[in-house]
């Protein structure tokens, strides 16, 4: 079992900044693929940003080149830097994990709501 444990969100201006951390505990951190998704209400979740197991970043075309993920493995968190809001950025983050060798994301976290105002 992985618990996933989100912080960081809130409200920000648009154009300016979060950094959003997820704390994993459970097993060994190193051997999941982690990511980062969103629900904005009315609409279908998500992929925001991953960070697979055996290295390399992957980014929503949305997102790219103002988010970035990346990960502590001393401290089993993973984290999501976002620059540049905008209002399209509003949502519920979620942070997932994915079991090396599984097809999907087995682990959630509860989510953390960010807002962009205009």
């Known amino acids: 079992q992985v618990q996933l444990v989100e912080s960081g969100g809130g409200l920000v201006q648009a154009g300016g900044s979060l950094t959003l951390s997820c704390a994993a505990s459970?097993?060994?951190?190193?051997?999941?693929?982690m990511g980062w998704f969103r629900q904005a209400p009315g609409k279908e979740r998500e992929f925001v940003a991953t960070?697979?197991?055996?290295?390399?970043?992957y980014y929503a075309d949305s997102v790219k080149g103002r988010f970035t993920i990346s990960s502590d493995n001393a401290k089993n968190t993973v984290y999501l830097q976002m620059n540049s809001l905008k209002p399209e950025d509003t949502a519920v983050y979620y942070c997932?994990?994915?079991?090396?060798?599984?097809?999907?994301?087995?682990?959630w976290g509860q989510g953390t709501q960010v807002t962009v105002s205009s």
């Open positions: 960070i697979p197991w055996n290295g390399g970043t």
């Open positions: 997932a994990a994915r079991r090396r060798g599984s097809a999907e994301y087995g682990y």
């Open positions: 459970g097993r060994t951190f190193s051997r999941y693929t």
